[in-house]
T-cell receptor, first 111, second 114 residues
Framework: GENVEQHPSTLSVQEGDSAVIKCTYS??????FPWYKQELGKRPQLIID?????GEKKDQRIAVTLNKTAKHFSLHITETQPEDSAVYFC??????????FGKGTHLIIQP | DAGVTQSPTHLIKTRGQQVTLRCSPI?????VSWYQQVLGQGPQFIFQ???????GRGNFPDRFSARQFPNYSSELNVNALLLGDSALYLC?????????????FGPGTRLTVT
């Protein structure tokens, strides 16, 4: 089955700096790559996604890049703000087996 | 515009008991998926239903079962509860079969098995 590795497990950045979270996957047939943000005690919230026919997608301060050849994708957050503090999960889908999630990155924004 | 809803919010059960969790998808969505999230981990896929049929199953024992109703709502059943079943159970709603479509999560049901 699909295997998703996510790094780093914890990331601490100064407010206003950029944060980058990286994921790799194993199944070359996977074609959908969403990112979720989960605040403590709340549901995972879809923040951005990308499909295999696109290399990059941007939504305001958030961007995702995909390298299908290398089987890795990354989340980029620019001009970080205190409200960006949360756990971020990457996920991968390729068929009817639902999403396979990474283990999560705890993003800490230092004031 | 209601999002995904789940009930109950919290549940405490004893080992060996059975539990039923409920989910209502976003209006117009036809696919429901269930995930188990253990503290400190990412959600793990249990089932996916689309048009009332099981379309995918994760690596969970047969004690876990689910169904989807004609109104697209869904139930997850867990029999013979074990301590290790304690987790947040999340339901996700998707417009179509969820492989390449956005999945939106409900608030979850926190199950504690004692």
């Amino acid at each position: 089955g699909e295997n998703v590795e996510q790094h780093p497990s914890t990331l601490s950045v100064q407010e206003g700096d950029s944060a980058v979270i990286k994921c790799t996957y194993s199944d070359s047939a996977s074609n959908y790559f969403p990112w979720y943000k989960q605040e403590l005690g709340k549901r995972p919230q879809l923040i951005i996604d990308i499909r295999s026919n696109v290399g990059e997608k941007k939504d305001q301060r958030i961007a995702v890049t995909l390298n299908k050849t290398a089987k890795h994708f990354s989340l980029h957050i620019t001009e970080t703000q205190p409200e960006d503090s949360a756990v971020y999960f990457c996920a991968v889908a390729g068929g009817a087996d639902g999403l396979t999630f990474g283990k999560g990155t705890h993003l800490i924004i230092q004031p | 515009d209601a999002g995904v809803t789940q009930s109950p919010t919290h549940l405490i059960k004893t080992r060996g008991q059975q539990v039923t969790l409920r989910c209502s998808p976003i209006s117009g969505h036809k696919s429901v998926s269930w995930y188990q999230q253990v503290l400190g981990q990412g959600p793990q896929f249990i089932f996916q239903y689309y048009e009332k049929e099981e379309r995918g199953r994760g690596n969970f024992p047969d004690r876990f079962s689910a169904r989807q109703f004609p109104n697209y709502s869904s139930e997850l059943n867990v029999n013979a509860l074990l301590l290790g079943d304690s987790a947040l159970y999340l339901c996700a709603s998707s417009l179509y079969l969820a492989g390449g479509y956005e999945q939106y999560f409900g608030p979850g049901t926190r199950l504690t098995v004692t």
